[in-house]
């Protein structure tokens, strides 16, 4: 695994120590977005994201991106103007329509069939499709394999006693040849709680190291965004996942 360190040496917490038994419920994310308690959302999208875009879409054409645990990340637009087609999922319906709102998007819904109380919605050009569900139960909705995954806010969202369960789903929806793009944050966890949760680099290793070569793009000080964690440092990293 690449990574490149600043001057300050970044200590290790396993994360089983700290944060291992940390829950957040699906009603709890959902009371979030009905109290605009949503200040893991970018409203000018993820300024790494759009630093390595090229790199991340390698010129091709015609992609299909996931974007787990979407919200309203303006960042599906952004692909979708650029003529891929964009499948995401979020447990808060309220998140979905704000997208299409915010986006000034025309959209349809309708059930998923293979989930029940579950729907989808589609935007009326059809490269926007958004699953209102459980990212564990989305596997039975038959969606397909995709070229490019995105996640940011999602790996570090999920309760970290799921996140092998989460990351099994992610590995099983990836197409040959694919990038799979992934946002993580290093902290001290013993002076913030999370979410966002925090996730070692031994354990993005042993989450994808068995299936994908991992290469930590860029680590950038998030201090500022996180003003009110309480602990002294807070990074963001960007890591790329290949095909082994």
Not at 118 to 134: D, E, H, M, Q, T
Not at 145 to 151: A, H, L, S
Not at 167 to 172: A, H
Request: glycine fraction near 6%; hydrophobic fraction near 35%; proline fraction near 4%.
């Amino acid at each position: 695994m690449n990574d490149t360190r600043t001057s300050l040496d970044i200590k290790e917490y396993p994360d089983s120590e700290v944060q291992k038994n940390r829950i957040i419920t699906q009603e709890e994310w959902q009371d979030n977005w009905v109290n605009h308690k949503i200040g893991f959302h970018q409203a000018e999208g993820h300024q790494l994201l759009k630093k390595h875009l090229d790199n991340f879409l390698k010129g091709e054409s015609g992609l299909r991106v996931f974007f787990p645990l979407c919200g309203k990340a303006v960042e599906m637009k952004w692909f979708a103007d650029l003529g891929h087609s964009v499948i995401g999922v979020e447990i808060s319906e309220l998140g979905i329509r704000e997208f299409f709102m915010e986006q000034n998007l025309s959209y349809s819904e309708e059930p998923i069939t293979e989930l029940p109380g579950a729907k989808v919605f589609k935007s009326s050009s059809g490269n926007i499709s958004l699953y209102c569900c459980s990212i564990f139960d989305l596997p039975r909705a038959n969606i397909g394999k995709f070229d490019r995954i995105w996640d940011r806010g999602a790996l570090v969202a999920v309760n970290p006693s799921d996140r092998g369960r989460y990351t099994d789903i992610m590995l099983s929806l990836l197409r040959k040849g694919f990038l799979y793009l992934v946002s993580i944050f290093s902290y001290d966890p013993t002076k913030f709680e999370g979410p966002p949760f925090y996730v070692p680099d031994s354990e993005v290793q042993t989450l994808f190291g068995t299936k994908c070569n991992i290469h930590c793009l860029e680590k950038v000080d998030a201090i500022e965004k996180r003003k009110n964690a309480g602990t002294d440092y807070f990074f963001e990293k960007l890591y790329l996942l290949t095909e082994r």
